[in-house]
């Protein structure tokens, strides 16, 4: 079986993007479909060319010979070559599950009756294997045809699953709407226990709240179609077609079984003859702030003391996933508080998961850039917490990355390699944060998180952001899926944490990667003195938390340059508010370095990644004259926005440009 699998948020994620509906997620799947189906017929057609054995030289087993026998290829010609009809009888098989599909494909052969799913496909293939093996052919049998099973398993006739994902607070008014019209509860001004209640009762009954006759929400109707729609993809495709739906910003037991009930209205749970439940959807809380992810374990505790949901894990093997995000709780707390409070996270999700009896599968949201939980993937995984990998680990690709992680075959092998034995590695080599260092954390993430605060909520810290950054012009590339903001920017809550990164990455502060630590290990040894460094320098030793949190960090600092973050400091109309901010990020900086140096003891960034460090120095060059330039076209289009045009198309190549070089800036 495969044990590494692919998959996809394009067509099913909706959070934030009101154009992905029904229609766009059975898109999604007819072309990933017409990919995988477009390489069975190439890879079907390169077999024919090279299974020429003929009946007078070769012996054929009995399933192969009715295959043959069965071929809609009647040539004289091959009359004696059962291979060849047999793969005919497929490709005709194949092409009417084209068909069968609404797939604008076809083969060189009428379409036959289509295969009632891929593991149908698979077994004919089999049996083409299992003749040549057993008659003298097996080399043949290894060849195109094997890496051609491996793809069905793999890739099946869906190309990859589609992940659903929506934001919390609109399946919550679903509900409320599903609610109200049926004449039940005011479901929006009950308090969460009043909730859960109520939802447990919906979901103990095999009556639905949708009536057809009722006339819903643009909204609602929406969200109900899309699940209907996911069931009958699952109903063609296979119920792995879509496996998870996502629940973002996922902070209580009633958001999971908000969900619960929306998939029992749309047909993804029902109710067996004996009352239990039956689900065909992993349902995923997604815990994103801070908050949210120091009550991740409480809201999981109260979630598995359900008996109503604790009976729907079972039908789903006593597996239930977790995803944790790394960007929201960056621009929350700032770096150093997000990473350490990931890992506890993680650790009271593991200790939790073990009493319930439930296995955890835990999603790593990880972004490009470091301030996204970006980095390494093989020493991100290596420091996970003690029984939070076990065997399995799923981990988002960004778009920005795919391209430089696997867009060269050899690369990407590699890089999967290094995924692979990492989750084993960290499976069969646990090791956990004790007591003690947990304590020494808990001071650096205090300290970091108020440093943090404090400057992202200074006045005037947003007019200064708006400025000293291209965010508005970010926001007018036809580059990301969602808008850079839920709503008008009041506060850096307001702003989507991808845009946030990516506007500091391109004026080169880079502050989500960094901002806080210096001023964190400066207070610790204010403390601490000689005896509280000496025990960093231990940690940074022995941790691999620490090694990784200070190794991400220090990348981030050998590409961000204050000296073109001033250049764009002076985009702010108010000098003052510019000058006293752009100072106490200088101050935190030095800080920053400062600590990084004297906990490693390097005497300058990247000492120990050569590699990197040549990249860089090549680069560079070409990014900072870009930077130049962007502050200058970025002046002139605020001068005149009336008149952009071509200021605004250079605006976005520069843009385009310093993403490219930095490589993970969003």
Same mark, same amino acid.
């Given at each position: 079986?495969?044990?590494?699998?692919?998959?996809?948020?394009?067509?099913?994620?909706?959070?934030?993007?009101?154009?992905?509906?029904?229609?766009?997620?059975?898109?999604?799947?007819?072309?990933?479909?017409?990919?995988?189906?477009?390489?069975?017929?190439?890879?079907?057609?390169?077999?024919?060319?090279?299974?020429?054995?003929?009946?007078?030289?070769?012996?054929?087993?009995?399933?192969?010979?009715?295959?043959?026998?069965?071929?809609?290829?009647?040539?004289?010609?091959?009359?004696?070559?059962?291979?060849?009809?047999?793969?005919?009888?497929?490709?005709?098989?194949?092409?009417?599950?084209?068909?069968?599909?609404?797939?604008?494909?076809?083969?060189?052969?009428?379409?036959?009756?289509?295969?009632?799913?891929?593991?149908?496909?698979?077994?004919?293939?089999?049996?083409?294997?299992?003749?040549?093996?057993?008659?003298?052919?097996?080399?043949?049998?290894?060849?195109?045809?094997?890496?051609?099973?491996?793809?069905?398993?793999?890739?099946?006739?869906?190309?990859?699953?589609?992940?659903?994902?929506?934001?919390?607070?609109?399946?919550?008014?679903?509900?409320?709407?599903?609610?109200?019209?049926?004449?039940?509860?005011?479901?929006?001004?009950?308090?969460?226990?009043?909730?859960?209640?109520?939802?447990?009762?919906?979901?103990?009954?095999?009556?639905?709240?949708?009536?057809?006759?009722?006339?819903?929400?643009?909204?609602?109707?929406?969200?109900?179609?899309?699940?209907?729609?996911?069931?009958?993809?699952?109903?063609?495709?296979?119920?792995?077609?879509?496996?998870?739906?996502?629940?973002?910003?996922?902070?209580?037991?009633?958001?999971?079984?908000?969900?619960?009930?929306?998939?029992?209205?749309?047909?993804?749970?029902?109710?067996?003859?004996?009352?239990?439940?039956?689900?065909?959807?992993?349902?995923?809380?997604?815990?994103?702030?801070?908050?949210?992810?120091? =009550? *991740?374990?409480?809201?999981?505790?109260?979630?598995? &003391?359900?008996?109503? +949901? !604790?009976? @729907?894990?079972? #039908?789903? $093997?006593?597996?239930?996933?977790?995803?944790?995000?790394y960007s929201d709780s960056n621009k929350d707390g700032?770096?150093?508080?997000?990473?350490?409070?990931?890992?506890?996270?993680?650790?009271?999700?593991?200790?939790?998961?073990?009493?319930?009896?439930?296995?955890?599968?835990?999603?790593?949201?990880?972004?490009?850039?470091?301030?996204?939980?970006?980095?390494?993937?093989?020493?991100?995984?290596?420091?996970?917490?003690?029984?939070?990998?076990?065997?399995?680990?799923?981990?988002?690709?960004?778009?920005?990355?795919?391209?430089?992680?696997?867009?060269?075959?050899?690369?990407?092998?590699?890089?999967?390699?290094?995924?692979?034995?990492?989750?084993?590695?960290?499976?069969?080599?646990?090791?956990?944060?004790?007591?003690?260092? =947990? *304590?020494?954390?808990?001071?650096?993430?205090?300290? &970091?998180?108020?440093? +943090? !605060?404090? @400057?992202?909520? #200074?006045? $005037?810290?947003?007019?200064?952001?708006?400025?000293?950054?291209?965010?508005?012009?970010?926001?007018k590339l036809n580059i990301g899926s969602r808008p850079?903001?839920?709503?008008?920017?009041?506060?850096?809550?307001?702003?989507?944490?991808?845009?946030?990164?990516?506007?500091?990455?391109?004026?080169?502060?880079?502050?989500?990667?960094?901002?806080?630590?210096?001023?964190?290990?400066?207070?610790?040894?204010?403390?601490?003195?000689?005896?509280?460094?000496?025990?960093?320098?231990?940690?940074?030793?022995?941790?691999?938390?620490?090694?990784?949190?200070?190794?991400?960090?220090?990348?981030?600092?050998?590409?961000?340059?204050?000296?073109?973050?001033?250049?764009?400091?002076?985009?702010?109309?108010?000098?003052?508010?510019?000058?006293?901010?752009?100072?106490?990020?200088?101050?935190?900086?030095?800080?920053?370095?400062?600590?990084?140096?004297?906990?490693?003891?390097? $005497?300058?960034?990247?000492?120990?990644?050569?590699?990197?460090?040549?990249?860089?120095?090549?680069?560079?060059?070409?990014?900072?004259?870009?930077?130049?330039?962007?502050?200058?076209?970025?002046?002139?289009?605020?001068?005149?926005?009336?008149?952009?045009?071509?200021?605004?198309?250079?605006?976005?190549?520069?843009?385009?440009?310093?993403?490219?070089?930095?490589?993970?800036?969003?």
């Amino acid at each position: 079986p495969s044990f590494l699998r692919v998959g996809s948020w394009i067509g099913g994620d909706r959070d934030g993007n009101p154009n992905v509906d029904a229609t766009v997620l059975r898109a999604a799947f007819t072309r990933q479909a017409e990919v995988a189906f477009g390489h069975y017929f190439g890879e079907l057609a390169g077999l024919y060319r090279e299974l020429s054995l003929s009946a007078r030289r070769v012996a054929v087993s009995d399933g192969v010979q009715r295959l043959a026998e069965a071929s809609p290829d009647v040539a004289e010609s091959r009359r004696e070559e059962p291979y060849r009809l047999a793969l005919a009888t497929i490709e005709a098989r194949l092409a009417g599950s084209a068909r069968a599909l609404g797939l604008p494909l076809s083969g060189r052969y009428p379409a036959a009756e289509p295969y009632a799913d891929q593991r149908a496909f698979l077994a004919d293939l089999s049996l083409l294997a299992a003749s040549l093996a057993a008659h003298g052919s097996g080399l043949l049998a290894e060849g195109r045809l094997g890496r051609l099973m491996r793809a069905v398993d793999v890739f099946g006739f869906y190309l990859m699953p589609v992940d659903l994902r929506q934001h919390a607070a609109i399946h919550a008014g679903v509900v409320a709407e599903l609610f109200a019209r049926a004449g039940l509860e005011e479901y929006g001004a009950l308090d969460e226990a009043a909730r859960v209640r109520v939802l447990s009762r919906e979901l103990a009954t095999p009556r639905l709240l949708y009536s057809p006759y009722v006339q819903y929400s643009a909204e609602t109707a929406k969200e109900l179609a899309i699940f209907r729609e996911a069931a009958k993809i699952q109903e063609q495709f296979g119920v792995d077609a879509i496996r998870q739906s996502i629940i973002s910003n996922c902070a209580s037991v009633s958001d999971v079984l908000a969900l619960a009930l929306i998939g029992k209205e749309t047909g993804l749970i029902r109710l067996d003859e004996a009352g239990r439940p039956v689900s065909r959807l992993n349902l995923v809380p997604l815990f994103e702030t801070i908050a949210d992810l120091q =009550g *991740a374990a409480g809201v999981m505790d109260a979630l598995f &003391a359900q008996p109503w +949901y !604790r009976e @729907l894990l079972r #039908s789903r $093997g006593d597996v239930q996933e977790v995803m944790l995000g790394y960007s929201d709780s960056n621009k929350d707390g700032g770096y150093f508080t997000s990473q350490w409070e990931l890992y506890q996270a993680e650790q009271r999700l593991v200790a939790s998961f073990a009493a319930a009896g439930v296995k955890l599968q835990l999603f790593h949201g990880r972004g490009g850039s470091v301030g996204r939980g970006g980095g390494p993937s093989f020493e991100a995984i290596m420091a996970q917490p003690a029984g939070s990998v076990a065997g399995r680990i799923r981990i988002t690709e960004q778009g920005e990355v795919i391209s430089s992680k696997f867009a060269d075959p050899d690369i990407g092998a590699g890089h999967l390699e290094a995924l692979v034995a990492a989750t084993l590695e960290a499976t069969l080599t646990e090791h956990q944060v004790d007591a003690a260092d =947990g *304590a020494v954390f808990d001071e650096l993430s205090r300290d &970091a998180f108020a440093a +943090y !605060r404090a @400057l992202v909520e #200074s006045d $005037g810290f947003m007019d200064y952001f708006l400025a000293a950054t291209p965010i508005n012009e970010i926001a007018k590339l036809n580059i990301g899926s969602r808008p850079a903001s839920r709503k008008s920017l009041a506060s850096i809550k307001d702003l989507r944490a991808i845009p946030w990164v990516f506007s500091w990455s391109q004026s080169r502060v880079m502050l989500p990667g960094w901002y806080g630590v210096g001023s964190a290990v400066a207070a610790y040894l204010a403390r601490h003195g000689e005896a509280g460094l000496e025990r960093l320098q231990r940690l940074y030793r022995a941790s691999p938390f620490f090694q990784v949190v200070l190794s991400n960090m220090e990348q981030v600092l050998a590409k961000a340059d204050l000296t073109i973050a001033r250049r764009y400091a002076s985009l702010v109309a108010d000098g003052a508010l510019a000058e006293a901010l752009l100072a106490r990020i200088e101050d935190e900086w030095q800080k920053t370095q400062s600590a990084f140096y004297a906990i490693t003891g390097q $005497g300058k960034l990247l000492e120990a990644n050569a590699a990197l460090a040549r990249s860089l120095e090549t680069r560079l060059p070409y990014l900072n004259a870009l930077n130049l330039l962007q502050v200058e076209l970025l002046r002139r289009l605020r001068a005149a926005p009336d008149d952009a045009g071509e200021v605004l198309t250079a605006t976005h190549l520069t843009i385009n440009g310093i993403a490219t070089g930095l490589r993970n800036s969003g």
